[in-house]
T-cell receptor
Framework: GQQLNQSPQSMFIQEGEDVSMNCTSS?????WLWYKQDPGEGPVLLIA???AGELTSNGRLTAQFGITRKDSFLNISASIPSDVGIYFC??????????????WGLGTSLAVNP | NAGVTQTPKFQVLKTGQSMTLQCAQD?????MYWYRQDPGMGLRLIYY???????DKGEVPNGYNVSRLNKREFSLRLESAAPSQTSVYFC????????????FGPGTRLTVL
């Protein structure tokens, strides 16, 4: 089946550093999404990207929808301790309803040393 | 708004027991989903309901059944629990027109002995 390759698997950084993670696939997606999961909680949507080449920011987070529609990256600037968690990418094929298929990456685990 | 709520938060079952995981959302969302999350496996879709009255299988439906009781509620049933169903179960919902933008509940941590 379709897969998303998310990297890196884990990161351990110093507070204040910038972070970059990405997802790639051999498949084309209509939408890319980035989620964050805190320990013991469900994932929370951070950024949704709907158009190839789109660059979107949400505070210190910036994500881009790759021009080939097969990849996306997420950057976090000036990391802080509350950035700790697991970051998931997800790519959407098809539309809402029965044609919809959301493919998930396996996550990037981020640890921040204060 | 409470968003997506799930009950129970924790559950321990013995092999062969049955149980129903409850999920409700108060955001008037059309689509609802059940996922399981296992270490190293990411999120895997069990069943989904694109709208009230419809349900469809996801990636890993075996051993589960679902009921979309009304627009708000979507339950997941394990008829005869197995140790392989030990996992964290998440319910999620999506508003019309924002496919992929899923709102998740806090999860149910299930252990099958």
């Amino acid at each position: 089946g379709q897969q998303l390759n998310q990297s890196p698997q884990s990161m351990f950084i110093q507070e204040g550093e910038d972070v970059s993670m990405n997802c790639t696939s051999s498949s084309i997606f209509n939408t890319w999404l980035w989620y964050k999961q805190d320990p013991g909680e469900g994932p929370v949507l951070l950024i949704a990207l709907y158009k190839a080449g789109e660059l979107t920011s949400n505070g210190r987070l910036t994500a881009q929808f790759g021009i080939t529609r097969k990849d996306s990256f997420l950057n976090i600037s000036a990391s802080i301790p509350s950035d700790v968690g697991i970051y998931f990418c997800a790519g959407l094929m098809g539309n809402a309803g029965n044609n919809r298929k959301l493919i998930w990456g396996l996550g990037t685990s981020l640890a921040v040393n204060p | 708004n409470a968003g997506v709520t799930q009950t129970p938060k924790f559950q321990v079952l013995k092999t062969g027991q049955s149980m129903t995981l409850q999920c409700a959302q108060d955001m008037n969302h059309n689509s609802m989903y059940w996922y399981r999350q296992d270490p190293g496996m990411g999120l895997r879709l069990i069943y989904y309901s694109a709208s009230e009255g419809t349900t469809d299988k996801g990636e890993v439906p075996n051993g589960y059944n679902v009921s979309r009781l009304n627009k708000r509620e979507f339950s997941l049933r394990l008829e005869s629990a197995a140790p392989s169903q030990t996992s964290v179960y998440f319910c999620a919902s999506t508003p019309r027109g924002l496919a992929g933008a899923e709102f998740f509940g806090p999860g149910t941590r299930l252990t099958v002995l």
